[in-house]
Structures are given as structure tokens and as C-alpha cells.
């Protein structure tokens, strides 16, 4: 195993530039990639990001379109480790609605950032602590969500079976280079 493999495996989230080619499918065509674009709006089954699997027959099930893409990702979302307690104090003050998302955890504005703190990160590891955050705090806000993990500089998610890498939530538009045919 090479050095930069080993440290991948040791620390999987820390700043190693990674380029993959994936596959995004859909029911439009898309020439652009951005938060405003139809990619964005039509992964709902996860994280608020664009959706890119690295099976192109498995793209082609999720629509008559298929985008094929290089990613160069420099910070992932880990699915081991949790997610520093920082991270999720800045995404959830830049939450919309966030008065009236945090009263549901208590009256107390102080109180309600260390339960809803507290809430999301019991998720453990970092993954599902930011699906918490995209799916109980952000819901109906992908651009918002992006944009905030973007901020604390994270690209995109993986999704995994064993050492296989499925799929990849791409956050950070920018990343996203087309392969034109």
C-alpha cells in the first residue's frame, strides 16, 4: 500500500485531492452543474447535493439522461470519524428558519444550539450526522446546505458497501468537471 493510500485509509475527511470519474443520471440534460441546477433538486434520498455513482449502468437507472463527469475532490465527508462539534455550530447557525427550527429542542436559544448539537451529533459517525443536519434542519434549503458545507470546506459525501466507493454527493459544484462526448 502506497503512502498516500495508507493516509487516505488512516484519515479519510483531511485535505487529499482526489480525482474520479462518475456518472450522474437524470431526467434532463445538463450542460452545467450548479446549486440551481435540476441535478441538485432531484436527489432527494440523501444529503442535499449532487448525486454521481460511479456505475454508469446504475446512472442509467435513475434516468434517460446520463452526464458523465471528473471530480476533483479535496475534503470528503467521512464515514468513520464524527464531525467536530465547530462544524456543526456554524451549519446549524446558518440554518433558514433557524429561530424556529432550534425552539423544537427547547425555549432557551443557548440551550437549543447544545441539545440540537447534541441531537445530531448522536448520529456518530460524520455521514449521518450531516444527513441529520440536511433532513431535519434543511429540508427544503439544498442550496443553503450546500453552500454551508461548502464554507467549512467539504466537496462532496461518499456512500460505501465494504471499500467500495457507490456514489458521491457533490457538494461544491466547482469540482465537478463534464466530460463532453
Known amino acids: 500500500m502506497s503512502y498516500i493510500q495508507n493516509f487516505k485509509q488512516k484519515f479519510p475527511d483531511k485535505v487529499t485531492p482526489e480525482m474520479v470519474q462518475v456518472y450522474h443520471g437524470g431526467n434532463s440534460k445538463i450542460d452545467e452543474f450548479t446549486f440551481d441546477s435540476e441535478a441538485l433538486r432531484e436527489n432527494k434520498d440523501d444529503l442535499s447535493g449532487i448525486l454521481f455513482?460511479?456505475?454508469?449502468?446504475e446512472a442509467r437507472k435513475k434516468g434517460p439522461?446520463?452526464?458523465?463527469a471528473m471530480l476533483k475532490?479535496?475534503?470528503i465527508v467521512s464515514s468513520l470519524g464524527p464531525p467536530s462539534r465547530s462544524d456543526i455550530v456554524y451549519m446549524l447557525s446558518n440554518v433558514p428558519n433557524k429561530d424556529e427550527i432550534l425552539k423544537k429542542f427547547d425555549e432557551d436559544p443557548r440551550e437549543a444550539y447544545f441539545k440540537a448539537t447534541d441531537h445530531i451529533l448522536k448520529g456518530?459517525?460524520?455521514?449521518?450526522?450531516?444527513?441529520?443536519l440536511a433532513?431535519?434542519?434543511?429540508?427544503?434549503h439544498a442550496k443553503e446546505f450546500a453552500e454551508n458545507m461548502v464554507h467549512i470546506r467539504y466537496d462532496a459525501?461518499?456512500?460505501?458497501?465494504?471499500?467500495?466507493?457507490l456514489s458521491y454527493i457533490v457538494l461544491n459544484p466547482k469540482c465537478i468537471n463534464i466530460i463532453k462526448k
Not at 65 to 68: A, F, M, R, S
Not at 135 to 140: G, L, S, V
Not at 157 to 165: F, L, N
Request: negative net charge; contains cysteine; proline residues 0%.
Open 65 to 68: 439522461y446520463v452526464t458523465k
Open 135 to 140: 433532513q431535519e434542519f434543511y429540508k427544503d
Open 157 to 165: 459525501v461518499t456512500t460505501s458497501q465494504g471499500d467500495e466507493i
Open 53 to 57: 455513482l460511479t456505475d454508469e449502468n
Open 124 to 132: 456518530g459517525a460524520a455521514h449521518k450526522c450531516y444527513t441529520i
Open 73 to 75: 475532490l479535496n475534503r
